[in-house]
Structure formats: C-alpha cells, structure tokens
C-alpha cells in the first residue's frame, strides 16, 4: 500500500470529483410526491442500510411482490415488511442501537432508484399490518421510517454494469452453485446433494413460512 494515494479530506475528494450541479445538489426532497409513492407501489425490491452504535455497518436486501413490500402511511413515513429469515437480524439490532437507516428502491428493468434517508424503529403489531399481507401471511415485524430525505438516482450505475440486460447475464459462470457455497463455507454437516435438494424448486414454497 505505500505506493497508493489515499483521500485523507473533502478538499481532495472534491478536486477529484469536482461538485454536484445545481440540480444534483437540490434534488433531495423531506416528504413523498405522487411519483414516490408509485415508485414504492410498484417496487419489489430493497436495501436497507445499517449502522450499530460503534459504525460497524450492514445491508440487507428486502423483497416481496410489488405492493407487499412496503406501506406508505403518510407523506413522511413509510413501514417495510420483515418475513422469515435467517433471523441473525443484524440490520435490526443496529436499528435498536442507532436509527439512521439508507434506502434504496428497484424497479426490475429500471435503471433509476429511489432513494431514501431517515430515522427507523421496529414495530410489532399495528392496523396497518393488514396492508402488508402476502399469500395469507402478516409480517413478522415492520421498519418504520420516518423520512428526512428522498430523491431519485440516475441510471449509470446499471447502465455500466449491465444488470438488467439478459445477455450479459451469466448466474452459472465462476461462482458455485449455492449448494456448495454452503457446504464450503456454511458447514451444516448436509451434503452437497441434500443442499441442492434444499435449494432446489422446493426452497420458494416456504418464503413466508417460519424456517
């Protein structure tokens, strides 16, 4: 690393980078617009973005069908779906600890996102629980956001890497399956074959069922 040249300050960033423009700069907004709330509708898929009290951080990713995913309860505050997981629940114990949270919202095929910022909270039980029922099942708990800022972000990003164009898709390249990244470094004491087995066509029956 003695030949690197590290960033040290915002003055050097800056003189790499150069500032936003006018538009850039003034794009946040604090409360949702019609669009926003289209955007939520139609979007299957999130990150959630975490810091614990001592900066460690995590992102997780959130996904349901389109309009499962995530309640907008009013122009300032939205609430997230949790269904059964891995239950480490990493990001949530960050969220008991520091409530800054990131959000960023996919449309599949779309290279724009929304993007939000806030203050989360865990949530139990509440009314609004019944807009959040997928195939019969209530969350098992809700992120509750209360916005400071939204704004949308442009497309390079998926544009460079190429994410939403089939032919540049190649998931059985280099990287194992998942049944042997499992058995690699997740031991279990199963078996690559009762991996793939678990991994299989099966493994979607059980999205919102308790593991």
């Given at each position: 690393m003695s030949d690197w040249t590290e960033i040290g300050d915002e003055a050097a960033l800056v003189e790499i980078l150069g500032e936003p423009n006018e538009r850039a700069r003034n794009k946040e907004r604090t409360a949702l617009t019609e669009i926003d709330r289209a955007w939520l509708a139609a979007s299957p898929f999130c990150l959630l973005s975490t810091a614990a009290a001592d900066g460690t951080c995590d992102v997780s990713p959130k996904g349901?069908?389109?309009?499962?995913l995530v309640h907008v309860l009013d122009d300032s505050t939205i609430a997230i779906a949790e269904r059964p997981g891995n239950r480490r629940a990493d990001g949530y114990r960050n969220i008991l600890a520091n409530p800054h949270v990131g959000l960023v919202f996919l449309i599949p095929g779309?290279?724009?996102t929304l993007r939000i910022n806030g203050r989360a909270r865990l949530v139990s039980a509440?009314?609004?629980?019944?807009?959040?029922?997928?195939?019969?099942?209530?969350?098992?708990l809700a992120v509750v956001v209360e916005i400071e800022q939204v704004f949308f972000h442009c497309s390079k990003a998926f544009l460079r890497s190429r994410l939403w164009e089939p032919e540049a898709w190649d998931p059985d390249g280099?990287?194992?399956r998942r049944a042997v990244i499992a058995a690699e470094l997740e031991p279990s004491g199963k078996t690559?074959?009762?991996?793939?087995?678990?991994?299989?066509?099966?493994?979607?029956?059980?999205?919102?069922?308790q593991c």
């Open positions: 349901d069908p389109a309009g499962g779309r290279g724009d509440a009314p609004f629980f019944d807009a959040l029922v997928v195939k019969g099942h209530r969350p098992q280099v990287v194992p690559v074959a009762e991996l793939d087995e678990y991994y299989g066509p099966g493994y979607a029956e059980g999205l919102y069922e």
